[in-house]
């Protein structure tokens, strides 16, 4: 039983201020996913894809490390993708695919889908009841960081 989220939101800050907080440093990460509390690359392809990060994720007061692999890769001008895929504490497989669209050089299409696959069977009930809420919350915060961030460079060149 495979679950799959997926939301779309405008977001006004060109392309690159979005897309460095997706695929940026660990400090542009925390900005949008503040539990990830390091990212360390363990292999890097020249295309992206094939790449291999080793994420830590505290959660509570545990932090969980898992490798997160790119399996789409796409960096052009007007279009940008990333999608990533992980195993999460041996009990489910998850891929989170971040698309941005520039509508125009200060406005952004972002769309966030993300799926949930369960490696237990009994884990599959928990998705029963699971809801959209936190790739909705996910998207409003890198709307948020971005248009933030956008509003002071404007600021800062004049």
């Keep these: 039983m495979l679950k799959e989220w997926s939301k779309e939101i405008k977001i ?3 392309i690159d201020q979005v897309w460095g907080l997706l695929n940026g440093s660990v400090e542009d990460m925390q900005k949008i996913m503040p539990q990830v509390v390091d990212h ?3 292999k890097v ?3 992206g894809v094939g790449s291999i990060y080793r994420q830590k994720y505290k959660e509570g007061k ?3 490390e898992y490798d997160v692999e790119t399996i789409e890769y796409v960096n052009t001008p007007a279009k940008r993708k990333l999608k990533v895929g992980f195993t999460l504490a041996k009990m489910f497989e998850i891929t989170a695919l971040y698309e941005l669209t520039a509508l125009d050089d200060q406005k952004t299409l ?3 889908t993300c799926t949930n696959q369960p490696l237990k ?3 599959k009930l928990f998705l029963f009841f699971a809801s959209d809420k936190i790739v909705v919350q996910f998207c409003e915060r890198v ?3 971005a248009e933030e ?3 002071n460079t404007k600021v800062s060149v004049k």
Excluded: D, G, M, W
């Design 149 to 151: 961030e956008f509003e």
């Design 121 to 123: 069977s009994f884990l």
């Design 40 to 42: 360390q690359p363990v």
């Design 143 to 145: 709307k948020k960081v």
């Design 45 to 47: 392809t020249t295309e």
């Design 62 to 64: 545990r932090i969980e």
């Design 110 to 112: 972002f769309k966030y």
């Design 12 to 14: 006004n800050a060109p």
